[in-house]
């Protein structure tokens, strides 16, 4: 059985017997009310905007029904009311509810509501399959009782305020009801018309609760404020204090924010912050950053949206850079392949002085060469054409992105069956792979020009003999290669 306990005007807070209430929730309620209990009481702003009215799927009256039934608020939450007052369609609606994990699930299981990803009912979340249509998240308010920088266990309320108060920026702090009312208790529409960043409450406590919130505020940063020097002092001071925290968060999580912010609006500015803040020395990256290449790649290939790690490795000045960055922030194959391509390339004299020492040459001639031999090289061809296409967009080469993008790789013309009905190749699986792969190279190395014919009466017989010859000396044996990852 629950015990609730009443404060006033219908703000009721709730907890579990075995979830006793601290004395830091008694005051912080008791606080909470005093300085917002007009607030609870009403909404002085209502949202009627396209945008909002487009959110009423059947899928969702049909979940706002349940919950109205049974007395339940729910509320769309967080970011989904920020992109709706800045108009923008929201991606994801994330809801909040004064119902619990297990009243929303008894809920859902008598109307037949097929529930998923039943994992999130630990930190309150409960995922609903409506109409077989939509899937919606419904989180139950919550306050972090107790928190580590990184993760949080939450206790259950009622309390809209509360749950406010835990997090992370002014802008994602807000609710809006069903109706199109807005419930802002710390100013959060205010700082969005202003384009102003800032944490909730003490930006002290709020980055302590998750360091990862420093990362979170220069993101939003990006995506929302007006100038790329919009920056509240408060807040840059706060995140240099607590910098330290940041050694706390997995590498994965790290890469996941710092990704968008390389990409994002004002990337170069906010990443000179972040330096300014000590926020980077915490990211795998150099002491010495190669801010001024920075800029010039960013102003020139911005606007052709180039992959994260092809703007990060502007500041980079060695593929032992690379390999830093990937043991703090586990970068993938592909991600540590490309930004080690970048750095071999980006000053290439044999690309940037082909056409200078060959005035009638096509300027695209060495690139595609560059693209051949990529193929040969890499452990995935196809990361070939990809790589080649990020470097032009590094060196802001707007005419050769076309011709690269445009580009189609010509079909090779030996396929298997042909190459088996040739009684001298041989067999078995290694070695028919062996010789396939041989005869790819000699096609590529051609510049795609080698003919079936050319490359059958040509090139495999030297393959073969080859083959036999390297056969004979090793036994057949072949030594295992230690397959330890490496960006270089």
Known sequence: MRRITAFASDKIKFFFPHQPQSKFLAHHAQKRLERHSSTMTSSTVQITSPVFRSLFTPELKVLSEMFKERGFELRIAGGAVRDILMNIVPVDIDLATTATPDQMKLMFQENEIRMINVGGEKHGTVTARINDQENYEITTLRIDKVTDGRFAEVEFTR???????????????????????????????????????RFVGEPDKRIQEDYLRILRYFRFFGRISNGPDDHVPETLAAIARNVEGLERISGERLWTELRQIMVGRFGDSVIVKMMDTGVAAHLGLPAQLNVEELDVVWKRCHAMKPKPITIITALLHSEEDINKLDERLKLSNEECSLGVFILRHRFNPALLEFCRSNSNADPFLPYRRLLAEEMLNLPKPNWAKSHCIELLKYRGDSVLLQAMEEFEVPKFPVTGHRLLAIEAVPKGGRQTAHVLHSLRAAWIRSDFTRTEDELLTVDLPVILHNLQHQTEERGEKKPKKARNKNCS
């Not at 002014?170 to 384009?195: A, V």
């Open 159 to 197: 309390d809209w305020v509360v749950d406010a108060n835990r997090r992370d920026l002014t802008i994602n702090s807000m609710f809006l009801d069903l109706e199109g009312n807005l419930f802002d208790f710390f100013n959060g529409s205010e700082d969005l018309q202003k384009r102003v960043i």
